[in-house]
T-cell receptor, first 114, second 112 residues
Framework: DAGVIQSPRHEVTEMGQEVTLRCKPI?????LFWYRQTMMRGLELLIY????????DSGMPEDRFSAKMPNASFSTLKIQPSEPRDSAVYFC????????????FGEGSWLTVV | GNSVTQMEGPVTLSEEAFLTINCTYT??????LFWYVQYPGEGLQLLLK?????DKGSNKGFEATYRKETTSFHLEKGSVQVSDSAVYFC???????????FGTGTRLLVSP
């Protein structure tokens, strides 16, 4: 089975540019999560969706960040405008309710904003 | 609120040594407990889990027992290998919620 698929794997962009990260969850999963990992703050939950509906976006750092899930097989995390402090690894993850709360992670999108 | 506390790293061991990484938690209900592993340059992978008190999760020689009385879920392995070098994350999720709360991670370095 294919796991959680993220793209791009690596992105280097200039400050002020728009960044879009993409995620395809595991087929059939009804929860989707976006996490951010940095050395300073560790793993932070940014937002999660249930059946394509955003449930908790309290972790989104500021209005420059937005996330959408237009259908069950696709989600985006957008940063506009990007800043150097947004440099991090962004993980998408998915899970299926009733599966013992096991969450499966993608390999991450490594973002560098210069 | 819910939280997870892990021992500070890095943990440095020689090959075939015994490993313990401590994890304690605070939760209002009856959480499920997890250990995830992150190898360099990769995402997190589920290593093992336990969903109720006294359950033991195990995988690839690693074990952890859900101890409700001490609110702990310590990770152990009897004989580590160089290939076990990675960052290990303890996490919990409340039964009725899907989202994970992670500890800060513990880096393990195993030398030949």
């Amino acid at each position: 089975d294919a796991g959680v698929i993220q793209s791009p794997r690596h992105e280097v962009t200039e400050m002020g540019q728009e960044v879009t990260l993409r995620c395809k969850p595991i087929s059939g999963h009804d929860y989707l999560f976006w996490y951010r990992q940095t050395m300073m703050r560790g793993l932070e939950l940014l937002i999660y969706f249930n059946n394509n509906v955003p449930i908790d976006d309290s972790g989104m750092p500021e209005d420059r960040f937005s996330a959408k899930m237009p259908n069950a097989s696709f989600s985006t995390l957008k940063i506009q405008p990007s800043e150097p402090r947004d440099s991090a690894v962004y993980f998408c993850a998915s899970s299926l309710q009733g599966s013992g709360n096991t969450i499966y992670f993608g390999e991450g999108s490594w973002l560098t904003v210069v | 609120g819910n939280s997870v506390t892990q021992m500070e790293g890095p943990v440095t061991l020689s090959e075939e040594a015994f490993l313990t990484i401590n994890c304690t938690y605070t939760a209002t209900g009856y959480p499920s407990l997890f250990w995830y592993v992150q190898y360099p340059g990769e995402g997190l992978q589920l290593l093992l889990k336990a969903t109720k008190a006294d359950d033991k999760g195990s995988n690839k020689g690693f074990e952890a027992t859900y101890r409700k009385e001490t609110t702990s879920f310590h990770l152990e392995k009897g004989s580590v290998q160089v290939s076990d070098s990675a960052v290990y994350f303890c996490a919990l999720s409340e039964r009725s919620f899907q989202k994970l709360v992670f500890g800060t991670g513990t880096r393990l370095l195993v030398s030949p």
